[in-house]
């Protein structure tokens, strides 16, 4: 998974907005977070397929954030899009999306699935997950990654005389064992070339509280940007 930032301008402490894109290269698939001005064809000058979008989320409100979000709809309508498409707005936004089109007077060859933004678990595939919790004033995100496995070691599951069946898939995929005699048997042994899961933390809020830590513990902060 590689994250591109999308944002031309540097950054400011007065208004701090950032669209970037999370690339999934062995699938194909692009997530984007947010939609500025221009974001598609900074997606073209990096060689990115606008049609590998699979999912959109709209952080919050902010005009900054959902400015090149018709263009880029339009776009996926032309080139003759037709897998579906999801987009994660919080509320308020689906009427933007709504009223842009009815003014615009065009209709999308594809299917939009829009989702309102509420404390939970969004997104997910294979190896990624994307839960929002909402802060009151706007939603932080968490991205995490599962943890994964290389090759079994089968000679050292016979050697502690594992009964062949769902034991050795359950210590393929890391699970532990506590034996009767109160040795613990890591399963993350008995695989090589493990690669370890991750969490990145997207941060809204300005100011921490409880919530900010017990999101962002123990993970990377992809982005923190505020308004003062």
């Keep these: 998974m590689e994250i591109i930032n999308l944002t031309r ?31 598609q064809h900074l997606m073209e000058e990096k060689n990115l397929r606008i049609n590998q979008i699979s999912n959109i989320i709209l952080t919050e409100k902010n005009i900054n954030n959902i400015s090149g979000l018709l263009g880029l709809l339009s776009s996926l309508s032309l080139i003759n899009r037709k897998k579906k498409l999801n987009i994660y707005v919080s509320k308020g936004i689906e009427k933007y999306i709504i009223l842009g089109k009815k003014y615009a007077k065009t209709n999308f060859r594809y299917c939009i699935y829009m989702y309102i933004l509420q404390t939970g678990l969004i997104i997910k595939n ?78 809204n809020n300005k100011y921490h509280d409880r919530n900010n830590v017990e999101i962002s513990h123990k993970s990377k902060i992809i982005e923190h940007k505020f308004i003062v």
């Design 9 to 39: 301008n540097q950054p400011s402490i007065i208004n701090i907005t950032t669209s970037f894109i999370l690339n999934f290269q062995y699938s194909k698939d692009i997530w984007i977070f947010n939609c500025s001005q221009g974001c």
């Design 126 to 203: 294979q190896d990624y997950q994307i839960y929002t919790f909402n802060n009151k004033l706007n939603f932080e995100f968490l991205l995490t990654a599962k943890n994964k496995y290389g090759k079994f070691k089968l000679y050292k599951a016979q050697k502690f005389r594992f009964p062949a069946g769902p034991v050795y898939g359950q210590l393929k995929n890391g699970y532990s064992f506590l034996l009767p005699d109160g040795i613990i048997i890591d399963g993350d042994k008995f695989t090589t070339l493990n690669k370890s899961g991750f969490k990145k933390s997207i941060l």
